[in-house]
């Protein structure tokens, strides 16, 4: 068996700043939440940029980042974009384990069967956000995972991320993809949850806050 997968990040983990919270623990600016991190806070082996099918959209109400949040689906509703781009971190499977646990507010600890995902391509783990596993191919001989929510993207009320959020999934592509800001707009404005709710130009003014050039 596998010790090792790539940890598809396709939101706010893009950026390894956000990431870096909950593999070394601590509580990130503008929340009162504060993250374990790893038992094992060793960093990934390697990073990668993964392009996937499927589509990434923004659905429910954060608290912590007051709009709505990133969700994969490998199964677009119709109309919705088939591609989506992620960060690939390449990871111990105890790592993949207390991240899926941080996601839903666990302790680390409770340990993670990855044969099962990869055997079924999509497994939920329990009733929340971010309990559903999938498999998306694998990278090297290496299983490719992330997690989503249960819920089918058609029964789903997609919802306009925030500012402060795209800024930070901004990052994360201007990192782990290399791309300048047309490129990030280009590929945010048709994401559902964005497309319709955010006029291009106030959404390249929120990805150009927190970065000056591109």
């Known amino acids: 068996m596998t010790q090792h997968i790539w940890y598809a990040a396709y939101g706010s983990n ?15 600016p503008g929340t009162d939440h504060l993250y374990a991190g790893f038992r094992d806070p060793t ?4 990073t990668t940029a993964l392009t996937v099918p499927g589509t990434v959209y923004f659905a429910w109400q954060s608290p912590v980042w007051t709009g709505g949040v990133a969700f994969y689906t490998g199964q677009p509703a119709p109309g919705w974009p088939t591609e989506a781009v992620a960060r690939g971190y390449l990871l111990t ?8 646990d941080q996601e839903m507010y666990r302790t680390p600890g409770r340990g993670f069967d990855v044969s099962r995902v990869v055997e079924q391509g999509r497994v939920r783990f329990g009733p929340g956000r971010y309990e559903t596993v999938v498999h998306l191919g694998d990278e090297d001989d290496v299983p490719i995972l992330t997690f989503t929510a ?11 991320p925030s500012a402060r959020y795209l800024a930070m999934i901004g990052a994360g592509l201007r990192e782990g993809q290399d791309w300048d ?9 048709t994401r559902p949850g964005v497309a319709g709710q955010w006029d291009e130009r106030e959404l390249r003014a929120a990805l150009l806050s927190t970065h000056d050039t591109g």
């Open 14 to 28: 893009m950026c390894a700043a956000r990431f870096d919270y909950y593999r070394l623990g601590g509580t990130p």
């Open 43 to 46: 960093p990934p082996m390697k």
């Open 93 to 100: 499977l105890d790592q993949f384990a207390d991240l899926l």
């Open 150 to 160: 249960p819920w089918l993207p058609e029964a789903v009320e997609v919802q306009r």
């Open 181 to 189: 800001t047309d490129r990030i707009v280009d590929y945010l404005r």
